[in-house]
């Protein structure tokens, strides 16, 4: 009978002292995790100050005006799809409907006028400024 006391209370002992050690060791890797995002921040920063890709010019690259010349197929209240002549389809998202979306059709050729990146994968980053109807 004291045998199972002892065994118990030693149990129970272990058990608090491994709630009390796991739960310090989790304090620890936040620590370590918000240490390691500051230094990831601070060196992407610098990698882009040493590249010459500082926020400024990352702004006037996605300021430019661009141009993509393709079939338009699917058109929505939200977004539009073009594809070009290599069969590359592009999803253009917009707030307000662009100058020119109005007037054009599935089918039809057209010439979107944008600003910000384009990729078949990723989703649109920026603003169209125009879509015409080519002949």
Known sequence: MMK????????????????TAGCGQKQTDQAN???????NAETTKQDNDVAGNSEEEKNE???????????????????FVVTD?????Y?????????GLESVNNG???TVKYTGTISEV???EGEVLSVEKTK
């Not at 995790?33 to 230094?39: F, I, R």
């Not at 002549?85 to 389809?89: A, G, I």
């Open 4 to 19: 199972k006391k002892v065994a118990a209370i030693v149990l129970g002992i272990m058990f608090c002292a491994g709630l």
């Open 33 to 39: 995790v918000e240490t390691t995002k500051q230094d």
């Open 61 to 79: 690259e996605t300021a430019q005006e661009n141009e993509v010349t393709g079939t338009i197929d699917d058109i929505k209240d939200f977004m």
């Open 85 to 89: 002549e290599n069969d590359t389809p």
């Open 91 to 99: 999803s253009f998202t917009f707030e307000e409907k662009p100058e």
């Open 108 to 110: 039809d050729t057209v």
């Open 122 to 124: 990723d989703p649109f």
